[in-house]
């Protein structure tokens, strides 16, 4: 059972964001939304690399040389880069709407149709 | 050591190049630019066609980054680095890919000249064109991920390019939120699968794949995420305002890369076959479910673009439809479940033109008036040949007999009949809707009393770039053995033989 | 918003040289440690977004678009160039590693991490660093500018 709290963690994650994305009105708040289920997604990917008793895969003055796998670090690395930029474009897009029609709220428009 | 052997990755090294240099030339003079971009298109097509020579005439061919030798994929017993696998399948598709935005990019220079960041707007069609290419050249599930973002990013931000205007940056915006979350989908079934077999290739996965729950659960959120991405029935709402606002070439890279993300759906389903006749139910449903609402919906609008938008949405449900009712017959299709898959394949290559040419001419449209809904009449008279090339993309996109959207319309209804009669029959109804549609915009844009303000003259350029498409799509339509023997029959093959696909890098 | 007071002002630019210097410390040593490219130009650009917020107004004088953005295009230009360099075997070969010249000596199981190994891996950390930090600047700069009603000057 201690080994799964991760995996629950990720579930809880994923589930408060897509509650964000789906339900809120705000559009800052869909976008926190998309990268709270970011964190969750890189989460769950760490969280699969994990072994017994392992340090991390370092060579450098390793203490012993069972580590854990560091394919899934490489994976996550890069996801956090593709989220950066794709909260960034969806920001700027956020502030340019505030700018058309001084609000952002999405319901006024057919923004979620 | 010979172009030929380094071609996989130099479709994709190529336009990345050039995306990179765009923003430095332009800062030196437009001109430049304009050449230079012009040049890496070129040879981007160039390597497409003699890759797909080869490939089709010798078989799978496999690039790994990195290695001693291109072709050593496996050196210990299992595939290490980053593997690219082309086989007729993939040729077929970037063929496609690249034909269309060198055309597309020769009407920009011409439809785009009064805006002032241009060095951007290429730029960014350079990046989409690398997206679309890796998407499809690529053998690895994490580079498909990555180069399904890079193809997000940018579609994203080439929608949202005239930021005057509110409704485009809503569109992006939607567009950006629906298309993030079929990325963060897919990256979880990656980790998924990741986490069973700890392989990231494709056809290593393929090999050693049992049919355990959680790698149903994967192989559902990815056919989910994918068909997100190409805007079939249940998650369709992204599409009518993303194509509606964008500018209309725009439009039409954008619908090639929804129909590239087909291919992908295709190409991991008949890799990954685990429960086949359930899955071609599914999508057969969801394809008539396509095509009943793209057809319905577009009878309502008034914007030009947004009613080729829904017509493109039922144009899709035709080529799942097709694929789907062939993937019955799964693993070894042959009689009807053959046709079936050779017309939706052949149903890609017709629906990327026709749409293309009408994108086009409602691009030509704005920029001869200005106007982007209906309510411009009697454009017949000064513009006789956008009239005549409006009238050939509406024979090609309902079936019309001489056009190419006839041939393959007619073996996806002919396959669909033994499947089950309703669908074919639901199909028929569909195309002849389809007819009344363009008809009805026909006659509201060019008959009827002649148009009262002068207008500019169309440049060589557009009208060229329209009349390239308009001939493949009568050529097609005379002659689709050609095509068919030549390129589809192949790309048939290679997708319903994932044997193939998997020894040449086990 | 206007510029912060002065304690602000000269803390502000007291860090700049342990924050840049971190920054490149993570972006050289990225084939020893955890780091690299991406983690040291982000570094870098919370160093320059604390600028911002130091200096408000004056900024303009400082960080420039124009600069910024061509930095940006260089360093992907190089990333790449080095990705082709190696075209004679395959795109993206290591041709530096286990030979003599800059940055090629040979390594094997643990070792206490020496800088010179690594082949083309630090070459290309550099790259990516300064264009992590060109470009994450240049986001923050123009999100500043557009916040406060001004209209942002076209970077060509």
């Not at chain 2, 033994?418 to 002849?432: F, Q, T, V």
Request: charge should be neutral.
């Amino acid at each position: 059972m201690f080994h799964n709290i991760p995996f629950i963690a990720v579930i809880v994650l994923i589930a408060i964001g897509l509650y964000g994305v789906l339900f809120k009105r705000n559009l800052i708040k869909i976008v926190m939304g998309i990268n709270i289920i970011g964190s969750g997604v890189n989460l769950f990917l760490i969280e699969l690399g994990y072994r017994e008793g392992g340090v991390a895969p370092i060579f450098t003055s390793a203490p012993k040389l069972e580590m854990v796998l560091p394919t899934p670090q490489a994976l996550t690395l890069t996801s956090i880069v593709i989220n950066i930029a794709v909260v960034a474009l969806m920001l700027s897009l956020a502030t340019l709407i505030y700018k058309h029609y001084g609000s952002i709220d999405s319901e006024e428009r057919r923004l979620k149709g | 050591m010979t172009l030929i052997e380094h071609a996989p990755i130099l479709l994709i090294a190529i336009p990345l190049l050039a995306a990179f240099l765009t923003p430095i030339v332009g800062r030196v003079n437009s001109l430049l630019r304009n050449f230079e971009m012009i040049i890496a298109l070129v040879s981007t097509e160039f390597l497409t066609i003699l890759l797909s020579y080869d490939v089709i005439r010798n078989g799978i061919r496999t690039y790994t980054l990195g290695a001693k030798i291109p072709g050593l994929t496996s050196p210990a017993g299992f595939p290490v680095r980053i593997i690219l696998e082309v086989d007729a399948m993939n040729a077929f598709i970037s063929l496609i890919a690249s034909s269309i935005t060198l055309i597309v990019a020769i009407y920009c220079l011409n439809f785009m000249k009064e805006q002032r960041i241009l060095d951007k707007f290429y730029t960014l069609l350079l990046l989409l064109l690398t997206g679309m290419l890796g998407l499809t050249l690529t053998g690895d599930f994490f580079n498909l991920f990555v180069f399904l973002e890079i193809l997000s990013v940018s579609s994203a931000a080439l929608i949202a390019f005239y930021v005057q205007r509110g409704e485009a940056l809503e569109a992006a915006f939607k567009y950006m939120v629906i298309s993030s979350v079929g990325a963060l989908m897919v990256l979880f079934a990656i980790g998924l699968l990741y986490g069973q077999y700890d392989l990231l290739n494709m056809a290593a996965i393929a090999d050693s794949i049992q049919g355990s729950f959680l790698d149903k659960v994967a192989l559902t959120l990815l056919i989910s995420a994918f068909l997100l991405k190409a805007g079939s029935v249940p998650v369709h709402m992204w599409k009518p305002d993303a194509y509606g606002e964008a500018p209309a070439p725009v439009s039409v890279l954008l619908l090639t890369s929804a129909l590239i993300s087909l291919y992908v759906l295709f190409r991991i389903f008949t890799i990954f076959a685990i429960n086949p006749v359930l899955l071609g139910w599914i999508l057969a449903i969801l394809g008539i479910l396509s095509i009943f609402l793209g057809v319905s919906m577009a009878l309502i609008q008034n914007n030009l673009q947004r009613l080729i938008a829904y017509s493109g949405i039922a144009e899709i449900g035709y080529i799942i439809l097709g694929v789907g009712s062939g993937l019955v017959e799964f693993p070894s299709p042959t009689g009807f479940g053959f046709t079936a898959i050779s017309g939706g394949l052949f149903h890609i290559l017709n629906d990327t033109l026709d749409l293309g040419l009408l994108f086009l001419i409602a691009g030509a449209i704005f920029y001869l008036t200005g106007k982007r809904d209906l309510n411009i009449g009697g454009l017949a008279h000064s513009q006789p040949t956008l009239a005549v090339f409006f009238l050939i993309g509406m024979g090609a996109v309902s079936g019309l007999p001489p056009f190419n959207g006839f041939a393959s319309k007619l073996m996806i209804y002919e396959s669909v009949y033994y499947l089950n009669p309703l669908l074919a029959i639901i199909g028929i109804l569909g195309s002849i809707l389809m007819l009344a549609i363009f008809v009805k915009v026909f006659s509201a844009i060019f008959l009827g009393i002649p148009y009262d303000r002068e207008l500019r003259k169309i440049p060589g350029s557009m009208l060229a770039v329209m009349g390239i498409l308009a001939l493949s799509i009568i050529f097609i339509g005379l002659f689709p053995n050609l095509v068919l023997e030549s390129i589809i029959t192949p790309a048939t093959k290679a997708l319903i033989n994932p044997k193939n696909y998997i020894e040449a890098i086990l | 918003m206007d510029q912060m007071s002065k304690i602000v002002r000269t803390i502000a630019s007291l860090l700049i040289v342990p924050g840049v210097i971190f920054g490149l410390y993570v972006v050289m040593h990225g084939h020893l440690t955890p780091g690299g490219g991406f983690q040291g130009g982000a570094v870098i650009a919370t160093i320059s977004a604390l600028f911002i917020v130091a200096y408000g107004e004056r900024i303009k004088g400082i960080l420039d678009q124009d600069v910024l953005s061509l930095a940006e295009s260089m360093a992907l230009l190089a990333f790449i160039s080095l990705a082709f360099l190696g075209i004679s075997v395959t795109f993206f070969h290591n041709f530096l590693a286990n030979s003599g010249k800059i940055f090629g000596a040979s390594v094997s199981g643990v070792n206490p991490g020496y800088l010179n190994t690594g082949g083309i891996i630090p070459l290309m950390n550099l790259a990516v660093g300064l264009e992590v930090s060109a470009a994450l600047s240049l986001i923050v700069l123009v999100m500043y500018f557009s916040s406060r009603n001004e209209v942002v000057k076209d970077v060509p």
